[in-house]
C-alpha cells in the first residue's frame, strides 16, 4: 500500500492492490486511511506499551478503553471477566468503572500472574472489586472455578486478550460465551494482528491466524450473536469506525440459543 500526502493541495493519493484514488485529505476517508496506517507505525513502536490505568501499566490503546467504556457504561455488567491480566491495568480500569458505577466486580483469568504483578494488584484500592485465577483460560478446571465465582441470573461482559491464536480465542469463545446474556458482549481483542503481521515486529502467520478470524467464525457457527461495532452514544462527526486494534471483536448476544 503506499499513501501519498500532500498538505499543500489536501489531497491523500491511497493506492492498494492495484487501484489508486485521490480522496481529500481533510475528509473520513483521509483520517481513516492515515488513522489505519498511524495504528501500523505506532503498534511497531509499542505505542500501546506506554500507558497505565491508576498507576499499573493497561497494555490497550487508549481509544479502545474509551470504547469499552462506552459499551460497559450502557450494559452495567454486573461480572467483568477479562482473560489476560499481565500487569493488572486491565482488572484495575475495569474495576475502577464498576466502582464508579456503583455496580459490578471484575474476575481476571492468567495462566501466570508473576509473584510482582499479583503484589501490586493485590495492595491496589481496588482490589476488593477484583479476583484473579491463575492457570489457562481454556483449562477445564479453570473454567468450572470461573463460573462457579459467577452467580445464577448475574449480567457477565467477557474480555478476551490472553493468548491471541485463533485456536485458542476460538476455545475461548466456547468456553464462556454462554455466560453473556442477550444485550451483553463477549470481546475478543487484537483482531489487528491480521492488519499487523506485515509490519517489521510482526509475523506473516497472523494475517490468518488471529482473534478477528476466531470471532468471525465463531458468528457464523452462533446466530445468537452478531459481530458489530458497538453504537457511539455520542458523535457529532461524520466519522463512524472505530481507530482500534480491536476489528471485528464485539460479539453482541442478541437472544436465546
Ligand atoms: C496482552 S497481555 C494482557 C494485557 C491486559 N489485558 C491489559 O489490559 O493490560 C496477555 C496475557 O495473556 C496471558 N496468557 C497467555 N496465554 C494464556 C492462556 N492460555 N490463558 C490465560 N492467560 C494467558 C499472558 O500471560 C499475558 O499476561
Redo the contacts with the bound molecule.
Keep these: 500500500m503506499r499513501l501519498i500526502v500532500d498538505t499543500e493541495a489536501q489531497s491523500l493519493e491511497i493506492e492498494d492492490g492495484g487501484e489508486r484514488r485521490r480522496v481529500p485529505l481533510y475528509s473520513r476517508e483521509g483520517f481513516e486511511a492515515i488513522s489505519r496506517l498511524w495504528l501500523k507505525v505506532g503498534w511497531n513502536q509499542k505505542y500501546v506499551y506506554t500507558f497505565s490505568w491508576m498507576g499499573r ?4 490503546l487508549p481509544e479502545d478503553m474509551i470504547r469499552i467504556q462506552e459499551v460497559i457504561y450502557r450494559v452495567k455488567p454486573d461480572v467483568i471477566l ?6 493488572g ?2 482488572v484495575i480500569f475495569y474495576a475502577s468503572l464498576c466502582k464508579a458505577m456503583g455496580r459490578g466486580r471484575v474476575l481476571g ?4 500472574i508473576r509473584p510482582h504483578n499479583r503484589a501490586a494488584i493485590e495492595a491496589h484500592e481496588l482490589f476488593p472489586f477484583i479476583t484473579l485465577f491463575e492457570g ?3 483449562d477445564p478446571e479453570v473454567v468450572a472455578r470461573v463460573k462457579e465465582a459467577i452467580q445464577p441470573g448475574e449480567r457477565v461482559l467477557v474480555v478476551l ?3 491471541h491464536t485463533k485456536a ?1 480465542v476460538l476455545a475461548e469463545l466456547e468456553a464462556y460465551a454462554d455466560l453473556v446474556a442477550p444485550g451483553s458482549y463477549i470481546v475478543a481483542t487484537d483482531g489487528s494482528m491480521e492488519d499487523l503481521w506485515d509490519v517489521p515486529r510482526g509475523d506473516p502467520s497472523w494475517k490468518d491466524d488471529n482473534p478477528a478470524a476466531a470471532a468471525r467464525e465463531f458468528a457464523a457457527a452462533h446466530p445468537e450473536f452478531v459481530l458489530e461495532q458497538p453504537e457511539w452514544p455520542f458523535n457529532e462527526s461524520e466519522l463512524r469506525e472505530n481507530i482500534t486494534h480491536w476489528p471485528s471483536a464485539y460479539l453482541r448476544r442478541v437472544d436465546e440459543a
Design positions: 501499566p493497561s497494555i490497550q477479562e482473560c489476560g491480566v499481565a500487569h491495568g486491565g483469568v492468567d495462566i501466570e489457562s483460560s481454556t486478550d490472553s493468548n485458542h
